[in-house]
């Protein structure tokens, strides 16, 4: 296994604001371990205990809940530089949803629970990470309100009309990259794969949007 450098991972925003020598006594603490997976493997598991979070190095996971009929949700996506799991390793509750490889991946896990123990907390990298850690959680949390914004529609038009504006908001222009595959983008939304392909399709044929596969440009922004 490749070993990371502190100058790699100052780069990563749970390290931001850590000089190398800092970011090396992490890695000298025991506290991480790294792991590659393929696409489509479960990285945690609903139903078990953690006491790591995942950051992810290259590649991208995604956050999803199935229920005992098989029925999946997408919750978020996770891409490189970003955590997960953060929650369940720290208030030590039982995962309710399933971290899986989107594509193939490298992921870093810290031991958030054993850092933030009386070992850790006098070093001088600790409040630096805590900090970062409270503001990546933060992040998420909003990710996640804006799930349900997107989501709160019955009408299928609208649950994409708000999520390509959020897209668009976020990329800063009318054209973009989604994190989501078609299939993806239907457990994310909770829509049925037919029926959003076909509301795709008329938004193309309405002259509102274009897209290729997971590239989007808005045509028409007063009829998104």
Same mark, same amino acid.
């Given at each position: 296994?490749?070993?990371?450098?502190?100058?790699?991972?100052?780069?990563?925003?749970?390290?931001?604001?850590?000089?190398?020598?800092?970011?090396?006594?992490?890695?000298?603490?025991?506290?991480?371990?790294?792991?590659?997976?393929?696409?489509?493997?479960?990285?945690?598991?609903?139903?078990?205990?953690?006491?790591?979070?995942?950051?992810?190095?290259?590649?991208?996971?995604?956050?999803?809940?199935?229920?005992?009929?098989?029925?999946?949700?997408?919750?978020?996506?996770?891409?490189?530089?970003?955590?997960?799991?953060?929650?369940?390793?720290?208030?030590?509750?039982?995962?309710?949803?399933?971290?899986?490889?989107?594509?193939?991946?490298?992921?870093?896990?810290?031991?958030?629970?054993?850092?933030?123990?009386?070992?850790?907390?006098?070093?001088?990298?600790?409040?630096?990470?805590?900090?970062?850690?409270?503001?990546?959680?933060?992040?998420?949390?909003?990710?996640?309100?804006?799930?349900?914004?997107?989501?709160?529609?019955?009408?299928?038009?609208?649950?994409?009309?708000?999520?390509?504006?959020?897209?668009?908001?976020?990329?800063?222009?009318?054209?973009?990259?989604?994190?989501? !595959?078609?299939?993806?983008?239907?457990?994310?939304?909770?829509? !049925?794969?037919?029926?959003?392909?076909?509301?795709?399709?008329?938004?193309?044929?309405?002259?509102?949007?274009?897209?290729?596969?997971?590239?989007?440009?808005?045509?028409?922004?007063?009829?998104?």
């Amino acid at each position: 296994m490749k070993k990371e450098t502190p100058a790699a991972l100052s780069k990563i925003p749970l390290f931001r604001n850590l000089p190398e020598n800092d970011i090396e006594d992490v890695l000298r603490s025991g506290l991480t371990e790294s792991r590659k997976y393929r696409k489509g493997a479960a990285i945690l598991r609903a139903g078990t205990l953690t006491k790591k979070l995942g950051v992810v190095l290259s590649g991208s996971v995604t956050i999803e809940n199935v229920d005992l009929w098989g029925n999946r949700s997408i919750l978020s996506g996770v891409s490189s530089g970003q955590i997960f799991g953060e929650t369940y390793a720290l208030t030590g509750e039982m995962l309710m949803v399933d971290a899986v490889a989107a594509c193939d991946c490298e992921i870093l896990f810290l031991d958030v629970k054993k850092m933030t123990g009386p070992a850790f907390r006098a070093r001088g990298w600790f409040p630096v990470m805590l900090m970062n850690l409270l503001m990546l959680s933060s992040g998420k949390n909003l990710t996640l309100s804006n799930r349900i914004f997107h989501t709160s529609s019955k009408r299928v038009r609208t649950r994409l009309q708000s999520y390509l504006t959020f897209c668009s908001l976020k990329a800063g222009s009318v054209e973009f990259d989604i994190p989501f !595959d078609r299939q993806q983008l239907a457990d994310y939304l909770n829509l !049925d794969r037919t029926a959003l392909s076909k509301e795709l399709g008329k938004m193309k044929s309405e002259g509102i949007i274009d897209f290729r596969k997971s590239h989007f440009r808005i045509l028409a922004e007063d009829r998104l």
